[in-house]
T-cell receptor, first 111, second 114 residues
Framework: AQTIHQWPVAEIKAVGSPLSLGCTIK??????LYWYWQATGGTLQQLFY??????VESVVQLNLSASRPKDDQFILSTEKLLLSHSGFYLC??????????FGEGSRLIVV | GDSVIQMQGQVTLSENDFLFINCTYS??????LFWYVQYSGEGPQLLLQ?????NKGSSRGFEATYDKGTTSFHLQKTSVQEIDSAVYYC?????????????FGAGTQLIVIP
């Protein structure tokens, strides 16, 4: 069975500090990977997707970047956080490009 | 452009009430339609999906029919329970769009009072 793990579960960070969120998928070879962002009480907005190692496509940047260093790993990062980065970050995978399977999410509070 | 519209931000029901959550979509393509459910503090999980127009999807007592004529995909359940309390998202993927790109509606929070 496939599993998806996100880390950290939650973070409180200062404005201007760096951020790195991670996501690992086990049990699925060459998955399509996605980052979504959800403001508190808001809908889900796709940020990035990747169909293969080393290749990432940006949908909405929000002053964030993403990388896929390994087949099973997807990283979301920024060098300088803004207050507007607060929210819930969700990693997801898909095998067929149709159905998405989400991780448990990482909650970020920027102060 | 492609979009999904859910009008109700919050729905409050008592146990065993009938649930209806409105969802309409807009696209020029041939979409696959989804309902996702998100419990508090968790990531969304797939509730049901329908790929073909005029077909119905069902799961855990929830149903939705892909109505191409009215471009709707309303979610229904005959008798809700307290454990159904969650946020429900209607979503659409145009098969011609970027791989895996889903358009989500605004979400509807369902509160079921025991």
């Amino acid at each position: 069975a496939q599993t998806i793990h996100q880390w950290p579960v939650a973070e409180i960070k200062a404005v201007g500090s760096p951020l790195s969120l991670g996501c690992t998928i086990k049990g699925k070879s060459s998955p399509n990977l996605y980052w979504y962002w959800q403001a508190t009480g808001g809908t889900l907005q796709q940020l990035f997707y990747s169909i293969t190692v080393g290749q990432v496509e940006s949908v909405v940047q929000l002053n964030l970047s993403a990388s896929r260093p390994k087949d099973d790993q997807f990283i979301l990062s920024t060098e300088k956080l803004l207050l507007s980065h607060s929210g819930f970050y969700l990693c997801a995978w898909s095998g067929d490009g149709n159905t998405l399977y989400f991780g448990e999410g990482s909650r970020l509070i920027v102060v | 452009g492609d979009s999904v519209i859910q009008m109700q931000g919050q729905v409050t029901l008592s146990e065993n009430d009938f649930l209806f959550i409105n969802c309409t979509y807009s696209t020029t393509g041939y979409p696959t339609l989804f309902w996702y459910v998100q419990y508090s503090g968790e990531g969304p999980q797939l509730l049901l999906q329908v790929t073909t127009a005029n077909n119905k999807g069902s799961s855990r007592g929830f149903e939705a029919t892909y109505d191409k004529g009215t471009t709707s995909f309303h979610l229904q359940k005959t008798s809700v329970q307290e454990i159904d309390s969650a946020v429900y998202y209607c979503a659409m993927r145009d098969r011609g769009s970027a791989l895996g790109r889903l358009h989500f509606g605004a979400g509807t929070q369902l509160i079921v009072i025991p």
